[in-house]
């Protein structure tokens, strides 16, 4: 069974920094397509950020150049840094894994995906 778990979020003033990991289990890992998404309150989920099982990358405008993604084949581990960090970046940040491929312009498509995991929150502060 596929589980997927974030952690790194936190509380950090605008202009810092914040790294979110999700620890993946239960799949072979390199083979999928990996993503990160948020939801801020009263707002629409969107994508972040994803890497396909090659390591091409996706991202959101509004990120690029702040945001990085990565992933550890090894440990299992997709990773977020996320720096310059802006109040309207505040929301619950979520993991996200299919196995089968995703063209890369569906990359930041949340329906693309089967496998969530909990979300961890970020909150940024002016």
């Known amino acids: 069974q596929v589980q997927l778990v974030e952690s790194g979020g936190g509380s950090v003033q605008a202009g810092g920094s914040l790294r979110l990991s999700c620890a993946a289990s239960?799949?072979?890992?390199?083979?999928?397509?990996m993503g990160w998404f948020r939801q801020a309150p009263g707002k629409e989920r969107e994508g972040v950020a994803a890497?396909?099982?090659?390591?091409?990358?996706s991202y959101a405008d509004s990120v690029k150049g702040r945001f990085t993604i990565s992933k550890d084949n090894a440990k299992n581990t997709l990773y977020l840094q996320m720096n310059s960090l802006k109040p309207e970046d505040t929301a619950m940040y979520y993991c996200?894994?299919?196995?089968?491929?995703?063209?890369?312009?569906?990359?930041?498509?949340?329906?693309?995906?089967?496998?969530w995991g909990q979300g961890t929150q970020v909150t940024v502060s002016s």
């Open positions: 996200a894994a299919d196995r089968r491929p995703i063209k890369w312009w569906l990359l930041l498509h949340g329906t693309k995906y089967n496998y």
């Open positions: 239960g799949y072979t890992y390199s083979s999928y397509c």
């Open positions: 890497i396909d099982s090659d390591g091409s990358t």
